[in-house]
């Protein structure tokens, strides 16, 4: 067993060694500490957790300011009755309404 285990430790070794002499072959960029930082910061789980609570929190914040923005209320409607007057001619009644409505929040008691 304990020859088994040195036996893959070697095969790893040398399967390293082929790699590094590949990769100076092959002309691979020897990174520097302040690029294996950065590099690890770019692509950190947690940091990009952290930024994307970030921007949850703005989108959240928009919203908050919403409330206080104008409102702007269009409502339109048709209406079409016919009523059975018992004689040879029904009458038929169209009508129709619009309204437009703006309103705006000045102060709400404190709930926002």
């Known amino acids: 067993m304990k020859l088994f285990r040195s036996g893959s430790l070697f095969t790893v070794f040398l399967f390293g060694m082929g790699f590094l002499a590949f990769a100076q072959d092959a002309g691979v960029k020897k990174w520097s500490l302040t690029d294996c930082l950065e590099y690890g910061i770019e692509n950190h789980p947690q940091i990009k957790i952290a930024e994307s609570s970030v921007q949850s929190q703005k989108a959240r914040l928009k919203q908050t300011r ?13 209406n079409h009755r016919k009523i059975d007057s018992g004689g040879s001619a029904d009458d038929v ?20």
Do not use: M
């Open 66 to 78: 919403a409330y206080w923005d104008p409102k702007l209320d269009l409502r339109a409607s048709w």
């Open 93 to 112: 009644i169209d009508s129709t309404s619009e309204s437009l409505g703006v309103s705006k929040v000045l102060y709400d008691s404190g709930r926002n």
